[in-house]
């Protein structure tokens, strides 16, 4: 597959690499304006084509930016031998990530269920937090002024990540808000404030993009918010995550390869801004960049080259990734050894959103090193527990009488250690709020466990 591209090759500087690649955007940039044009011509004499600013080149930021961070970075433990699978360490103001590993999501600053001081001892480490809930409510302000969101959320002394917002924003756009939206009562409100027609009461779009940013409703109340690269890394400082990560604009899965690429250089523009207000004042923060292309060679392929041209801390995998997990796979299969050469492989990489086991596991092997999914804790809730034997759906009457039997024999977590089968399908059945905290402890204790076998694998020379 990647035989016909060319792949710069990242042993050049940042910048020769940006430079070699920069070519084809010009083009593609090019063929965005005929195209615009010719269509232009067709109807009345519209405005004038816009032309998007030129994107930043790595030489407009600071020397020292390029240096290595004393706050934060990635430690390499073990390189596998049989792929490009590898065990390491991020080091964070708040403590350190093992990796390959498991961020559980916190999208309101709280797990579902379970809180941080069960999920710490369920071996939890980094925790992602989600910048567009938290910015509609309780709002920056108020987290700023309880000293940050380690201290608001009461954990000390472990990592947390935020996310810029901007994928909830699109998420809304394209219908697929459900998925972030966790509790039946945020998905109500959702609704009451959309009309049948998509549109909002209001009778607006509910997103707007302009290069600046992007215009959006908040669900709750229905008050209009502007979005911008600056904007969100400013909510982003006042709540302090040790992570942190640019604006990008999320396309649709069906796009035509034209909008993909628009999409892909706005990205670009919004993330190297993100990257500037964020250098402004570091405050201890480390910031990933999160590539895009869809599942479009070409097009990942300068995304790579370009956002690994800028510095970055991180890099994030985002966009859309396939619609299942083997075109995950063959996307990673591709794209990743890109980040094997020269200093790209001396950073910490997070695939962005994957929930389903096997996605994890398959990308274990392709040198990804940390995944967030909500999957875990939301599935748990609705009664699927995850085991060593495979998953196991609590609802159903066969485990009514598995008295003494834990969910996961093998497993240390405080439910196991408990309570039974028996007892976890009668508290589902009878709706009792126990059973979602009982259900979570387990299923983030399983996926923890999957992730420290995993780099055990790895080690052992299984991966
Ligand atoms: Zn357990």
């Known amino acids: 597959m990647v035989g016909s591209l060319t792949i710069i090759s990242s042993k050049l500087s940042p910048s020769q690499a940006f430079q070699s690649s920069s070519h084809l955007f010009k083009n593609l940039r090019s063929c965005s304006k005929t195209r615009c044009f010719s269509s232009s011509s067709n109807s009345e004499k519209k405005k004038d084509v816009y032309s998007p600013p030129p994107l930043e080149v790595p030489s407009s930021f600071p020397d020292w930016a390029y240096e290595p961070r004393d706050y934060f970075r990635y430690e390499l433990v073990y390189q596998s031998k049989i792929s490009n699978a590898r065990v390491g360490r991020i080091h964070t103001p708040h403590g350190i990530i093992d990796t390959p590993g498991y961020v559980a999501v916190a ?3 709280a797990l579902k269920g379970v809180d941080f001081r069960q999920a710490d001892e369920a071996g939890q480490q980094l925790v992602f937090c989600n910048s567009y809930h938290l910015l509609l409510h ?3 302000e108020i987290i700023e002024e ?26 809304l756009a394209y219908g697929s808000v459900q998925e972030s939206l966790e509790s039946e009562g945020e998905l109500k409100r959702a609704k009451k404030n959309t009309r049948n027609d998509g549109l909002t009461k209001a009778g607006d779009k509910p997103v707007k993009v302009t290069e600046d940013g992007v215009y959006f409703r908040s669900y709750r109340d229905g008050r209009k918010i502007f979005l ?3 904007s969100t890394v400013e909510a982003q400082k006042s709540y302090g995550a040790d992570i942190i990560i640019p604006l990008d604009q999320l396309p649709p899965y069906h796009i035509d390869k034209q909008k993909l690429v628009e999409s892909v250089n706005r990205s670009h523009r919004w993330e190297a801004r993100s990257l500037r207000k964020h250098l402004e004042d570091v405050k201890g923060q480390a910031m990933y960049c999160v590539v895009h292309g869809g599942v479009d060679v070409e097009l990942r392929t300068e995304s790579v080259n370009y956002l690994t041209s800028l510095p970055f801390d ?10 299942n997990s083997e075109e995950l796979l063959q996307l990673l299969d591709w794209m990743m050894p890109m980040f094997e050469e020269g200093h790209r492989k001396e950073k910490p990489r997070h695939l962005l959103g994957i929930a389903d086991e096997k996605s994890i596991l398959g990308a274990v092997g392709h ?8 999957y875990p804790t939301r599935v748990a809730r609705h009664g699927t527990l995850l085991s060593r034997e495979g998953r196991i759906n609590i609802k159903s009457g066969k485990y009514a009488k598995q008295y003494g039997i834990p969910i996961d024999q093998e497993c240390q977590c405080s439910t196991c250690q408990r309570y039974d089968r028996a007892y976890l399908w009668h508290l589902y059945k009878a709706k009792e709020p126990l059973f979602m905290q009982l259900a979570g402890i387990h299923n983030i204790q399983y996926m923890n466990d999957l992730m420290a076998k995993q780099r055990q694998d790895i080690l052992d020379g299984k991966i």
């Open 107 to 109: 999208t309101n600053g």
């Open 138 to 140: 309780p709002g920056p």
């Open 146 to 171: 309880a000293g940050g969101l380690h201290k608001f959320v009461n954990r000390p002394d472990r990592p947390l990540i935020t996310d810029s917002g901007g994928f909830q924003v699109f998420s």
């Open 228 to 230: 911008t690269p600056e």
């Open 314 to 323: 991180g890099y994030a995998i985002g966009g859309s990734l396939g619609k």
């Open 367 to 374: 040198g990804i090193d940390t995944f967030d999914s909500c």
